[in-house]
């Protein structure tokens, strides 16, 4: 898509009365416009929230122009601090995710978000690491589990490790924990200066009974369920051939009407 249809198919959901949008990926800071485009999109009346999902690797250079032209928060995806590791993984620099990191706070960016997906053998054993690399940043960490969405059975069985042990042991040093009742009951445990969050499985009932999400994807489709594609409708062809931002305001209604819970039980 280009800039000027994402703008306006932003514009549309906010017209309805959506009041916060995320960028994602992919890696949006690879578009070329980026900036402009979260310039354009802040601009939109009673939008309340523009933040961003990134890995961080491109955003040094990026963040402070960012933050003047209207994204409020980011979530950088880090998997470990471990160079070798990082690369194996993403086939990135690690130093340049980390500069990133430092960037977003200085920008002023709040929260920042550091995600580290947990994998089984793999970097289960750096999340004291992590957590500390919180602290000394002033960012807040998310823990994540490994999902059995976009990856092999193979892959899922070698890798997936529960997060029981991690909030066994987050709960023993917290001042405090709080429960995002409308993000599928995620805890965040406050420790000593440092946040964690836990993002357990996304797949049950309590999720998808409280989810008001809905995600357009990079080929212009509307998505209501991230575990479904059954669904889709495609907004782009009607906007590329001359829709009026009331039959595109339709396809919002209609995508909404088929969203239906992925876990009925």
């Known amino acids: 898509m280009t800039g000027e249809e994402i703008v306006r198919i932003a514009k549309v959901a906010v ?5 916060r949008l995320k960028l994602t990926g992919g890696e949006p800071l690879t578009r070329s416009d ?3 485009l979260i310039k354009k ?6 939008l309340s929230d523009l933040s961003m999902t990134t890995n961080g690797t491109l955003l040094a250079p990026l963040a402070k122009d960012l933050h003047t032209n209207g994204l409020r928060r980011v979530n950088i995806n880090l998997p470990t601090l471990n ?6 993984l993403t086939e990135g620099n690690v130093n340049n995710a980390l500069e990133g990191v430092k960037a977003a706070v200085e920008a002023g960016f709040c929260p920042v978000k550091v995600n580290m997906l947990v994998l089984k053998g ?9 957590i ?6 002033g960012t807040i960490l998310q823990l994540i589990e490994l999902e059995p969405i976009n990856v092999s059975a193979a892959y899922y069985s070698a890798n997936h490790k529960p997060l029981d042990e991690y909030e066994a042991l987050l709960k023993q040093e917290a001042v405090e924990v709080e429960t995002r009742q409308y993000m599928q009951n995620r805890r965040i445990y406050r420790l000593s200066d440092v946040k964690v969050e836990t993002i357990c499985p996304t797949e049950n009932t309590d999720f998808c009974l409280h989810c008001t ?4 994807t990079s080929d212009g489709k509307l998505k209501p369920c991230l575990m479904r594609n059954d669904n889709l409708i495609d907004i782009l062809t009607p906007l590329r051939n001359g829709a009026s931002d009331e039959q ?13 819970p992925y876990n009925k039980n």
Do not use: W
């Not at 793999?122 to 992590?130: L, Q, S, T």
């Not at 999400?213 to 357009?216: A, E």
């Open 15 to 19: 017209g309805l009365g959506i009041s």
């Open 34 to 36: 980026v900036v402009e």
């Open 213 to 216: 999400r809905l995600r357009v």
């Open 132 to 137: 500390e690399f919180a602290r000394e940043t």
């Open 83 to 88: 160079g070798d590791v990082y690369h194996k």
């Open 41 to 46: 999109i802040s601009l939109i009346p009673h």
């Open 122 to 130: 793999v970097n289960d054993c750096a999340v004291p690491e992590m």
């Open 248 to 260: 595109l305001m339709e396809l919002f209604e209609l995508a909404n009407q088929k969203r239906q």
